[in-house]
């Protein structure tokens, strides 16, 4: 089947992502019930309905102690667009997740592409596992901006003129760049979460410190947000104990 793309489609350019919280059932008490039941059976259904603050205290001792399983009797789904090389580093997380992405054999992928913002730290100084980023300069920055919208257009026109002569979406999809953004629904449970916030995410109150690249954070800043509003006292047990998953 011969695609037609309009000829008038153009690029585009993000320098943010994007995370939609699509549905969840998660709460405090979710983690009270799931660990009373341990000691008081039938019993700790009636946590299902008592406000979680009164029981706060428990929430912090299995974080402390690092009693893990009442984490995960919960779940969140997000939608979330973002530059394919981001989704690449995502599915390294695969205990308690679960990812649909949509796919380029399929449909015909969007031009829009990932470009960095000014607030993005362009300069790698060091050597790996022991290195920092640093600012760039105007120069490197528009040479940034410049070099990489350039490509992306030569990149799309290539792939959608390949569609045009009748080549599947599946092939013509090889010329596209990992900067190419892309959408999928992430599902987790707290427990799952917090290990991804351990690792993808820089704070000032973590135990352990982690040196994420700095598009997959910014993902994680947006999950961390949506999910600091459905389990506020599980979030803040979290920091308390210096961000590591229990």
Known sequence: MTENPAENEK??????????????????????????????????????????????????????????????HNSMTFFISAPIFVFREFMRHRVGWSYNEESGRYRRLEPVFYVPGEARKLIQRGRPGKYEFVEGTPAQHELTGRVMEDAYRHAYEAYQEMLAAGVAREVARAVLPVGLFSSMYATCNARSLMHFLSLRTQHEQAAVPSFPQREIEMVGEKMEAHWAGLMPLTHAAFNAGGRVAP
């Open 11 to 72: 690029a585009s350019f993000r320098s943010d992502v994007s995370v939609e919280l699509v549905k969840h059932s998660a709460a405090d008490s979710d983690v009270l019930w799931a660990a009373r039941v341990s000691t008081a059976g039938e019993q700790s259904l009636e946590e299902v309905t008592k406000d979680p603050e009164r029981s706060k205290g428990l929430i912090n001792f299995l974080m402390r102690d690092r009693h893990g399983s009442p984490f995960e």
